[in-house]
């Protein structure tokens, strides 16, 4: 267990290390998890399996964003009601956590069993194609109880102060995908089936492991089932905190459906094949600053509730300078291999030509991504929902969809790979402004001083 109280700069320093490390070891885990898998497809599967699961994979996310949604947002009350020394409280919120995920697990998995044909229908692509996508999405999204309680799980562990054993339990799923992985797609040629029942069953092992933690009495806060009903009083307030986390999943949903789109117009199925590498590799710098945010969250939600400023604003700001760093890190390590990267995949010709191309005109928007990920997560730790909603929504539904409009209509497909940088400078900068106006001291969102 990790003791959030610090004596001094330096303690706190390696307070926020320990926090930070540990997440953004997890989601560099979850990244290269996602890259193993399309490792594998595309030796076993080919173009064909890798722009299957990249036409499915955005639909699966909504089980992510649904567990990331309670897990970050009943996590942060539940920070918040330790640092007031309110034990109890914080174990009904995480009763209502659980009872959440199981709600969740049942409207998932039926109303996307239902829609998923119709979605994927969508698509000017290929009855082959389209049989494959559906395959992958089908087993992910009728299974999604399992990453719907590893995301809200991993959450619950790390705001209860375990961010390390939260990443050994992520790195046990990590390590079981890969050898299930090569054993279904190459052992046995189940193809994209075969790399479905690989992630089903390692999020599996992830979300007992978790779950185990609170009722294996090690944790800080115990899992207790007596008057679960009344615990869903506070289904609300979780859900209110969670609007951004849920939305920051969303929107690498949205992100990936418009560019499957965009890339299908301006590229035809080649184009669409060479997005699914693209949208194998952006999302790892990605993760690495929701890592940043996610590993600061417990932090400042903590000295939120136990009513500390300076450390909070502090240690945004380590959050900010880190996300920052990391972002010009991945940025010019995306420069120098991206030549190499559509061979990984086994991709060649002119399909590896047109991702490696718009890799590079990808690369320089992950300074720009960290500077909006800490903001928004910032603002969701202290229960600003107002600020922190906006700035995850206006991308996927305002910014990106406008540069993805305009950008192809004068350079084609390059307008296509171009559209995630310009888009995150925008929202970059309108995170900028609304921190410059609140150190004017003009408060921004209306809920700025409404008690959680």
Same mark, same amino acid.
């Given at each position: 267990?990790?003791?959030?109280?610090?004596?001094?700069?330096?303690?706190?320093?390696?307070?926020?290390?320990?926090?930070?490390?540990?997440?953004?070891?997890?989601?560099?885990?979850?990244?290269?998890?996602?890259?193993?898998?399309?490792?594998?497809?595309?030796?076993?599967?080919?173009?064909?399996?890798?722009?299957?699961?990249?036409?499915?994979?955005?639909?699966?996310?909504?089980?992510t964003a649904v567990g990331a949604g309670i897990g970050i947002g009943g996590g942060a009350l539940l920070s918040i009601s330790r640092g007031r020394g309110r034990e109890r409280l914080a174990e009904r919120i995480l009763t209502s956590m659980v009872m959440l995920m199981v709600l969740a697990s049942l409207l998932v998995s039926l109303s996307f069993g239902i829609s998923l044909p119709k979605l994927i229908g969508t698509f000017n692509i290929s009855e082959e194609l389209s049989r494959l996508s559906l395959v992958y999405g089908l087993i992910l999204l009728l299974f999604s109880f399992t990453q719907i309680f590893t995301m809200g799980l991993l959450g619950a562990v790390r705001n209860d102060g375990y961010p390390r054993k939260a990443m050994y339990i992520m790195v046990s799923g990590f390590v079981l995908n890969i050898?299930?992985?090569?054993?279904?797609?190459?052992?046995?040629?189940?193809?994209?089936?075969?790399?479905?029942?690989?992630?089903?069953?390692?999020?599996?092992?992830?979300?007992?492991?978790?779950?185990?933690?609170?009722?294996?009495?090690?944790?800080?806060?115990?899992?207790?089932?007596?008057?679960?009903?009344?615990?869903?009083?506070?289904?609300?307030?979780?859900?209110?905190?969670?609007?951004?986390?849920?939305?920051?999943?969303?929107?690498?949903?949205?992100?990936?459906?418009?560019?499957?789109?965009?890339?299908?117009?301006?590229?035809?199925?080649?184009?669409?094949?060479?997005?699914?590498?693209?949208?194998?590799?952006?999302?790892?710098?990605?993760?690495?600053?929701?890592?940043?945010?996610?590993?600061?969250?417990?932090?400042?939600?903590?000295?939120?509730?136990?009513?500390?400023?300076?450390?909070?604003?502090?240690?945004?700001?380590?959050?900010?300078?880190?996300?920052?760093?990391?972002?010009?890190?991945?940025? =010019?390590?995306?420069?120098? $291999? %991206?030549?190499? !990267?559509?061979?990984? #995949?086994?991709? @060649?010709?002119?399909?590896?030509?047109? *991702?490696?191309?718009?890799?590079?005109?990808?690369?320089?928007?992950?300074?720009?991504?960290?500077?909006?990920?800490?903001?928004?997560?910032?603002?969701?730790?202290?229960?600003?929902?107002?600020?922190?909603?906006?700035?995850?929504?206006?991308?996927?539904?305002?910014?990106?969809?406008?540069?993805?409009?305009?950008?192809?209509?004068?350079?084609?497909?390059?307008?296509?790979?171009?559209?995630?940088?310009? =888009?995150?400078?925008?929202? $970059? %900068?309108?995170? !900028?402004?609304?921190? #410059?106006?609140? @150190?004017?001291?003009?408060?921004?969102? *209306?809920?700025?001083?409404?008690?959680?």
């Open positions: 267990m990790v003791a959030f109280k610090t004596k001094n700069y330096k303690e706190m320093s390696l307070l926020f290390c320990r926090f930070v490390l540990p997440a953004l070891a997890s989601q560099l885990l979850s990244g290269v998890y996602t890259i193993v898998d399309g490792f594998f497809v595309g030796m076993g599967a080919g173009d064909a399996g890798l722009a299957a699961i990249g036409i499915a994979y955005p639909f699966t996310l909504f089980a050898i299930l992985d090569w054993l279904w797609v190459l052992v046995f040629p189940f193809g994209v089936a075969g790399a479905a029942g690989a992630t089903v069953l390692s999020q599996l092992l992830t979300a007992v492991l978790f779950f185990y933690h609170f009722i294996g009495g090690r944790s800080n806060v115990r899992l207790r089932f007596k008057n679960v009903w009344r615990s869903l009083a506070f289904s609300g307030r979780i859900i209110t905190m969670g609007i951004s986390p849920f939305g920051v999943q969303m929107a690498a949903a949205l992100t990936m459906i418009m560019h499957n789109w965009q890339s299908l117009v301006y590229g035809g199925e080649q184009g669409i094949a060479a997005y699914s590498v693209i949208s194998y590799v952006i999302p790892v710098g990605i993760m690495l600053q929701e890592g940043v945010a996610e590993g600061t969250q417990p932090l400042i939600s903590y000295y939120h509730g136990a009513s500390l400023p300076a450390r909070r604003k502090l240690t945004v700001r380590m959050g900010f300078s880190s996300a920052f760093g990391i972002g010009l890190f991945c940025s =010019a390590a995306l420069l120098v $291999s %991206a030549g190499y !990267i559509p061979g990984f #995949f086994s991709m @060649s010709g002119t399909t590896a030509a047109i *991702a490696t191309r718009g890799l590079i005109l990808a690369s320089p928007m992950f300074p720009f991504v960290g500077i909006a990920k800490v903001g928004a997560s910032y603002y969701q730790s202290i229960g600003r929902s107002g600020n922190s909603s906006f700035l995850t929504y206006v991308d996927p539904l305002v910014i990106l969809p406008f540069f993805l409009w305009l950008l192809p209509l004068f350079w084609k497909l390059d307008g296509v790979w171009l559209s995630m940088t310009f =888009a995150n400078i925008v929202l $970059s %900068a309108i995170l !900028i402004t609304i921190w #410059f106006v609140e @150190s004017r001291g003009v408060p921004v969102d *209306a809920l700025a001083h409404k008690n959680i």
